[in-house]
């Protein structure tokens, strides 16, 4: 019968429905959870060690005398939810500006007015006594809940910006040397420990004997012609084989 089928289908897209909601409900918990967990551990913290990841400049303006305490919440219009922060402090602190918060950086407009005349100009009172708070909740940003166990610190290295063209262009081709002799002293050592671990005696002798020999004949036939030198006995005397007795438990020493 075809009202069986569609109720049916109309019973199984229920059924689907209850578990798409359950199943999102369960990874919404889930979520909710997992930022729990992130505020309750950056709440065991120091302090100025957490202010000083969130923020470095307004790390340097707390005061360890203070008593500072940093807290965490959640908020925000989407979900997953924002986290937020904010400073309190447990001792008293004095505010200078709570007993004349006027604008100090200004001088009084006698001082500042060109006018010769002795008529005082009015001074400007509005802002004085408004108070604004700075110390709000302010979003943490999402780099200092990243684990820092995966984090790779490289080299902070401060790059000079000279004005000349011409001198940045030098800058930039003595870099690049640098760059490709350290890049080929790598690629040497690479190539003497692979001949110095290889089984090859032939390799290893034409990579370390061959070229200083070579060298030093040349040198030879420099020095043979100023001081008379004869190759033959250059030869003779490095390949010579010493004639020494080799000592043994059982020799006498002669006695």
Same mark, same amino acid.
Request: charged content about 35%; glycine content about 4%; hydrophobic content about 30%.
């Given at each position: 019968?075809?009202?069986?089928?569609?109720?049916?289908?109309?019973?199984?897209? +229920?059924?689907?429905?209850?578990?798409?909601?359950?199943?999102? *409900?369960?990874?919404?918990?889930?979520? @909710?959870?997992?930022?729990?967990?992130?505020?309750?551990?950056?709440?065991?913290?120091?302090?100025?060690?957490?202010?000083?990841?969130?923020?470095?400049?307004?790390?340097?303006?707390?005061?360890?005398?203070?008593?500072?305490?940093?807290?965490?919440? &959640?908020?925000?219009?989407? @979900?997953?939810?924002?986290?937020?922060?904010?400073? @309190? #402090?447990?001792?008293?602190?004095?505010?200078? *500006?709570?007993?004349?918060?006027?604008?100090?950086?200004?001088?009084?407009?006698?001082?500042?007015?060109?006018?010769?005349?002795?008529? &005082?100009?009015?001074?400007?009172?509005?802002?004085?006594?408004?108070?604004?708070?700075?110390?709000?909740?302010?979003?943490?940003?999402?780099?200092?809940?990243?684990? #820092?166990?995966?984090?790779?610190?490289?080299?902070?290295?401060?790059?000079?910006?000279?004005?000349? +063209?011409?001198?940045?262009?030098?800058? =930039?081709?003595?870099?690049?040397?640098?760059?490709?002799?350290?890049?080929?002293?790598? =690629?040497?050592?690479?190539?003497?420990?692979?001949?110095?671990?290889?089984?090859?005696?032939?390799?290893?002798?034409?990579?370390? &004997?061959?070229?200083?020999?070579?060298?030093?004949?040349?040198?030879?036939?420099?020095?043979?012609? +100023?001081?008379? #030198?004869?190759?033959?006995?250059?030869?003779?005397?490095?390949?010579?084989? #010493?004639?020494?007795?080799? &000592?043994?438990?059982?020799?006498?020493?002669?006695?």
């Amino acid at each position: 019968m075809p009202w069986k089928e569609e109720s049916e289908l109309i019973e199984r897209d +229920k059924a689907a429905r209850i578990i798409q909601k359950a199943w999102k *409900c369960f990874l919404n918990v889930a979520v @909710f959870q997992h930022y729990k967990r992130l505020i309750d551990i950056r709440r065991q913290g120091e302090p100025h060690q957490i202010v000083k990841y969130i923020d470095p400049k307004e790390a340097e303006l707390l005061d360890a005398a203070a008593g500072v305490h940093v807290r965490f919440r &959640l908020g925000g219009v989407k @979900f997953p939810p924002d986290i937020y922060y904010k400073i @309190f #402090t447990h001792r008293h602190i004095e505010d200078l *500006c709570a007993n004349s918060p006027r604008d100090y950086t200004k001088l009084p407009a006698k001082y500042t007015s060109h006018s010769k005349s002795d008529d &005082l100009q009015e001074e400007d009172h509005s802002g004085w006594y408004r108070r604004v708070e700075n110390n709000g909740w302010r979003p943490v940003s999402d780099t200092f809940w990243v684990s #820092t166990e995966n984090v790779e610190v490289g080299e902070e290295k401060e790059i000079e910006f000279h004005f000349s +063209k011409l001198k940045r262009r030098q800058d =930039m081709e003595k870099k690049r040397k640098i760059r490709k002799i350290e890049w080929m002293r790598k =690629m040497y050592i690479a190539n003497w420990k692979e001949i110095a671990t290889s089984n090859s005696s032939d390799n290893f002798k034409s990579y370390t &004997l061959e070229q200083p020999w070579t060298n030093r004949y040349d040198y030879a036939d420099i020095s043979e012609e +100023k001081m008379g #030198t004869p190759e033959d006995n250059l030869d003779g005397n490095i390949y010579k084989k #010493t004639n020494s007795t080799r &000592l043994t438990p059982d020799s006498t020493y002669g006695i």
